[in-house]
Structures are given as structure tokens and as C-alpha cells.
């Protein structure tokens, strides 16, 4: 086997040695470990900034002074100078604004996905289940949805009734239904982590084919 490229080895080394560093962190927590995440965070947060300036901030700042739109621009630039004095713990206040916009159009935008993109198709789901083929089926389906997105929605009504001297209790109706949505909602936890250590495991084994592969090439091209 010809040699590997110098950049291909030195990025194959720091590859296996930050990999290595990581799987550190099954002994506990190191210094070793927290190094690479360190640098891991400090690389992706460089990258993730360069971008969004390069690809976001400038490209639409340079559209709107090509477009003479000064009034806007203004105060785009007013809220980006608000949210730069976050950096100094004395003038943080200044940016609670800024903050306050991007929270909320997140908030917003959080909310809007979430009826459109989920409660309205469940919705709508429910609504043409009846007409499908296999009727007994899809009602099922459809009625364990809508019980579902129900009960989940109820647990998180926090609305109690203040009684003199004792503590504040949510009406027994809405706590029988919340504890159902509890157990919809605990089984898609359990989905989720399923899947997140399945993909771990996979992600681990491919990393330990990785680091196998590439020592393995090292000692043949040497």
C-alpha cells in the first residue's frame, strides 16, 4: 500500500487520539476528556459564528443598505449592538431587548411548528382515518393519537385551587387524566432513548472500526 498523505495521517491521528480522549471518559470524568470537549466546543461555536455571519448576518445587512432600506437596516444594527453588550456583565441589561426578541420569535416559531406540523396533521389524520380501507385499524390508531396528544397537553395544566391552610391541589378529574398522559409520555422517552443508544452504540463501533482501520493502514504503509 503507497503511503498516506501527510494531511490524511495527521487529521487520521488527531482523529483516533480525540476519539480516545472521549471513550476516556467512560473511566469518569478526566481531564483528558474534558479537553476534547472543550475543543470540540470551542471548534464547533468558531464554525457555527463564521457561518452565521458569512451566510446570514452580512449577506441580508448588504441587501438592505443595496436596497436603501436605512430605516430597517438602523435598527438592525441598534439590536445587534443591544445583544453585543451581553459581553460585559456591567451593560448586559442594555441587551435584555434584543434577548427578549430572538426568545420570543423562537418561542413563536417553537409554538407555530408545533400546532402546524403535529396537532393539526393529528388532527386531520383523525378526521380521514374512517375512510380508509381498514377502518377498525385506523380508528384505533386515531383514538390512541387524539388520547394521546389529549392527556399529554393535560399534564401540563398547572392550574390548582388555593384552599386555606393547605396545599395547592389541581382538580382530581385533571390529575387522573394527567397521569394517564404521564404514561404517554414516560413510553415516548422510553422510544427516544431506545433510539439514542442504539445510535450510540453504533457511533461507538464505527469509531473502534475507525481507529482499527486507520492503525491497521499505518502499519502497512510503514
Not at 9 to 19: E, K
Not at 177 to 201: P, W
Amino acid at each position: 500500500m503507497a503511503d498516506l498523505p501527510i494531511l490524511d495521517t495527521i487529521g487520521g491521528v488527531l482523529a483516533v487520539v480525540f476519539t480516545l480522549l472521549v471513550l476516556f471518559y467512560a473511566l469518569g470524568d478526566n481531564p483528558f476528556t474534558r479537553l476534547a470537549l472543550h475543543i470540540f466546543i470551542g471548534a464547533a461555536a468558531g464554525y457555527t459564528c463564521a457561518i452565521a455571519i458569512k451566510d446570514v448576518l452580512l449577506p441580508n445587512l448588504l441587501a438592505m443598505f443595496q436596497s436603501g432600506a436605512m430605516i430597517e437596516l438602523g435598527i438592525v444594527m441598534a439590536f445587534i449592538v443591544l445583544l453585543l453588550t451581553k459581553i460585559s456583565p456591567r451593560l448586559a441589561p442594555l441587551g435584555n431587548p434584543s434577548t427578549a426578541l430572538l426568545v420570543g420569535v423562537g418561542a413563536a416559531t417553537a409554538v407555530g411548528g408545533a400546532v402546524l406540523g403535529t396537532i393539526f396533521p393529528l388532527a386531520t389524520n383523525v378526521g380521514t382515518s374512517s375512510v380508509q380501507q381498514d377502518f377498525f385499524g385506523n380508528f384505533l390508531s386515531a383514538g390512541i393519537i387524539v388520547v394521546g396528544t389529549v392527556t399529554t397537553l393535560i399534564y401540563f395544566h398547572f392550574g390548582a385551587k388555593s384552599i386555606p391552610n393547605q396545599i395547592p391541589t389541581r382538580n382530581q378529574v385533571i390529575e387522573w387524566i394527567g397521569m394517564l398522559g404521564k404514561v404517554f409520555i414516560v413510553t415516548s422517552f422510553s422510544v427516544v432513548f431506545a433510539g439514542v443508544l442504539s445510535a450510540s452504540i453504533l457511533a461507538l463501533v464505527d469509531r473502534l472500526y475507525f481507529i482499527w482501520d486507520f492503525i491497521s493502514q499505518l502499519l502497512v504503509a510503514g
